[in-house]
């Protein structure tokens, strides 16, 4: 049996088995994890395969895909050891290149690098993905065919994706929409209504303007007219720092990125 094999039985893992479940896909999935609750429960859900030996795990694996947290990679890389077959290994680890990922686990083992979002799980997820130049043409298409079961995949430099992975987050939507919902119940509205008129208001923009033609500033000129309460809102937004705050949250994200990096 030759399996994709997930090494980490964490909240990403859950989300790419479930979306993966929901496309039908064939192949046996294999999941790794030292918490044997992890294991029982993705088997109970999504009926995954489960292995809590390490070595065996890998042993099937024909895509072995690294789902652990970035402070775990390189302990998992050195209890897998050496490996004498070629195999193919996609590292989910932010902040880790490939470089490292080669010290850590070598020839004949060929690195590529994924950053799915979690929204995978819904099959609309986003996934970035980044090679090694030695990584074969008909081994990149079947990492990118995997993903492109979850969603959408666009293949970047390494160099950018780190900036990639801070800015691309299903994060930013949700933390907006708790502030929005928070901010709405404060100035008298209900929770039930709260949450819709936020959802709209993120959700239901957005997704106009990815599915229309009309640029970005056109919509924000046509949302909040002059002398208006959504101008009223965009303008305080903006004098409390708002676009600066956004921008100091990306660069703490680089920063962590980098220390990921330095393990």
Same mark, same amino acid.
């Given at each position: 049996?030759?399996a994709?094999?997930?090494?980490?039985?964490?909240?990403?893992?859950?989300? %790419?088995?479930a979306?993966l479940? #929901? $496309? &039908?896909?064939r192949?046996?999935?294999?999941v790794?994890? !030292?918490? /044997?609750k992890k294991l029982?429960?993705?088997?109970?859900?999504?009926?995954?395969?489960v292995?809590?030996?390490?070595?065996?795990?890998?042993?099937?694996?024909?895509?072995?895909?690294?789902a652990?947290r970035p402070?775990?990679?390189?302990?998992?890389?050195?209890?897998?050891?050496?490996?004498?077959?070629?195999?193919?290994?996609?590292s %989910?680890?932010?902040g880790?290149? #490939? $470089? &490292?990922l080669?010290?850590?686990?070598?020839?004949p083992? !060929?690195? /590529?690098?994924?950053?799915?979002?979690?929204?995978?799980?819904?099959?609309?997820?986003?996934?970035?993905?980044?090679f090694?130049?030695?990584?074969?043409?008909?081994?990149r298409?079947?990492?990118?065919?995997?993903?492109?079961?979850?969603?959408?995949?666009?293949?970047?430099?390494?160099?950018?994706?780190?900036?990639?992975?801070?800015?691309?987050?299903?994060?930013?939507?949700?933390?907006?929409l708790?502030?929005?919902?928070?901010?709405a119940?404060?100035?008298?509205?209900?929770r039930?209504?709260?949450?819709?008129?936020?959802?709209?208001?993120?959700?239901?923009g957005?997704?106009?303007?990815?599915?229309?033609?009309?640029?970005?500033?056109d919509?924000?000129?046509?949302?909040?007219?002059?002398?208006?309460?959504a101008?009223a809102?965009m303008?305080?937004?903006?004098?409390?720092?708002?676009?600066?705050m956004?921008?100091?949250g990306?660069?703490?994200?680089?920063q962590?990125?980098r220390?990921?990096?330095?393990?």
């Amino acid at each position: 049996m030759k399996a994709t094999v997930f090494l980490g039985g964490g909240r990403i893992t859950t989300a %790419l088995v479930a979306g993966l479940r #929901l $496309a &039908k896909y064939r192949r046996p999935i294999v999941v790794h994890d !030292r918490h /044997a609750k992890k294991l029982q429960q993705l088997q109970r859900q999504y009926g995954v395969i489960v292995e809590p030996d390490l070595c065996r795990a890998v042993e099937v694996a024909n895509l072995l895909i690294i789902a652990v947290r970035p402070n775990s990679v390189y302990k998992l890389l050195k209890d897998i050891g050496m490996t004498d077959r070629p195999l193919t290994a996609v590292s %989910l680890a932010a902040g880790i290149p #490939l $470089a &490292k990922l080669r010290i850590g686990l070598g020839p004949p083992v !060929r690195w /590529a690098r994924a950053m799915p979002s979690p929204v995978c799980r819904s099959g609309q997820g986003l996934t970035a993905l980044t090679f090694g130049r030695d990584f074969p043409i008909p081994a990149r298409g079947e990492v990118r065919d995997l993903f492109l079961l979850m969603g959408a995949v666009l293949k970047i430099p390494e160099s950018r994706f780190d900036a990639f992975t801070v800015t691309f987050s299903s994060s930013h939507g949700y933390h907006a929409l708790a502030a929005l919902v928070n901010a709405a119940e404060k100035i008298g509205l209900d929770r039930v209504s709260a949450r819709l008129a936020s959802a709209h208001a993120l959700a239901d923009g957005i997704l106009a303007w990815r599915e229309g033609k009309l640029p970005l500033e056109d919509l924000l000129r046509e949302a909040a007219t002059p002398g208006g309460t959504a101008a009223a809102v965009m303008n305080q937004l903006n004098r409390a720092g708002y676009r600066r705050m956004v921008a100091r949250g990306l660069r703490a994200g680089m920063q962590q990125a980098r220390k990921n990096s330095r393990g």
